[in-house]
């Protein structure tokens, strides 16, 4: 199917804003939803709307079915070795503070490291932080070279026997590199580490396989890749599940309740306390199903060329800076307008309907180090076409005249 065939597929791409045609630039962000998923969840609530697990009645089995066939396409997406090794959450940040409040209080001891990146998002950081904090673990960061990428040997010379965890995300949202985690896993597990993949960027975009890449953890979201939101899932090794304790308690993930005592289901539904997001669960079944219908190496070639083609482009333009390597990147093109700050470059381009993401992309940490305050994305999907990224480089230009006769 070409993207043609494919943007008639998703009813939000075809409206005007601001008197133009949209140009929907913010995948990173979030994705839009095409109308099989939009479908799938309005059918729930139509026709299957009941609680899970619980009932014996017809809405209810339904339901279940909806809900428990969702998690054997989250593991088959993901090549986990069975459904049981997946837990729904709400999506990438609560995966992630699972396995940090769960796991890694448990483990880790004073002076003990968790190693991370200072490219990680936010929610791939604080969870850690909060870990040292209450623990006395120390934070390590594998340094980045010039282009924004992870050298191996910088991997080797971080990662030591005292590391327990080390949690790297496996594509940057800000500078669109492809980290290389089967790698670094490789390394940890050396060390006696468990490895933690963030997966919010790479989930949508490529085919992950949690075997191959040999990884502990894999977190990732819903909605950015076509399902809703609220939605998302953390694959844990069973041996792993097993041994964690749950952080939130009450209905749904008990197995007996005594006045003074209770036990707890096995895993995962021991970490799904109360009414799960189960509409969220069909929606997500019906984006999965959507993406291997597409398919995900399709999905990432397009979008690969994508990013060259606006990188090149973008390149073009005097006065325009690019963050990240142009090779090895995946479909985003993170930059700045020289002598224009990033929010005033969004709201120009919002005018001719344009929708890019500006600010710091909850990478603080990053933006020091790329000594900005902030920066412009435009993030590319499977929707997107090259007729687009010609309407951001020629609005661009005029935004970036506009703002020289203001400033001459």
Known sequence: MNVLELRKLFPILHQEINGHPLVYLDNAATSQKPESV????????????????????????????????AREKVARFLNASESNEIVFTRGTTTALNLVASSYARSVCGEGDEIVLTPMEHHSNLIPWQQVAKATGAVLKYIPLQ????????????TIT????????????????????????????????????????????????????????????????????????????????????????????????????????KEAPWKFEGGTPIIAGAAGLAAAIDFLTEVGL??????????????????????????????????????????????????????????????????????????????????S?????????VERLVSALQRTKEFFGHAIG
């Open 380 to 388: 590319f999907y499977l929707y997107n076409t090259e007729d687009e």
């Open 161 to 264: 026997d005292r590391t327990k965890v080390v949690s790297v995300m496996q594509v940057s949202n800000v500078l669109g590199v492809i980290n290389p985690v089967k790698e670094i896993a490789a390394v940890a597990h050396r060390h006696g580490a468990v490895m933690v993949v963030d997966g919010a960027q790479s989930a949508p975009h490529m085919k992950v396989d949690v075997r191959d890449l040999d990884c502990d953890f894999f977190a990732f979201s819903g909605h950015k890749m076509c399902g809703p939101t609220g939605i998302g899932a953390l694959y844990a090794r069973k041996s792993l599940l097993e041994r964690m304790e749950p952080i939130e308690f009450g209905g749904e993930m008990i197995d007996h309740v005594d006045l003074y005592e209770s036990t707890w």
């Open 297 to 378: 190496d399709e999905i990432d070639r397009h979008e690969s060329k994508l990013a060259a083609y606006a990188y090149d482009r973008l390149s073009e333009m005097e006065g325009i800076t690019i963050y990240g390597p142009r090779e090895g990147r995946v479909g985003l093109v993170t930059f700045n307008l020289a002598d224009v700050h990033p929010h005033d470059v969004a709201t120009v381009l919002d005018t001719e309907g344009i929708a890019v993401r500006a600010g710091h992309h909850c990478c603080q940490p990053l933006m020091r180090q790329l000594e900005v305050s902030a920066t412009a994305r435009a």
């Open 38 to 69: 939009i479908s799938a969840v309005k059918a729930y609530y139509e026709r299957n709307n009941a609680n899970v697990h619980r009932g014996v009645h017809t809405l209810g089995s339904r339901a279940t079915d909806a809900y428990e066939g």
């Open 146 to 157: 010039a282009d924004g990428t992870i050298a191996m040997a910088d991997v080797e010379r």
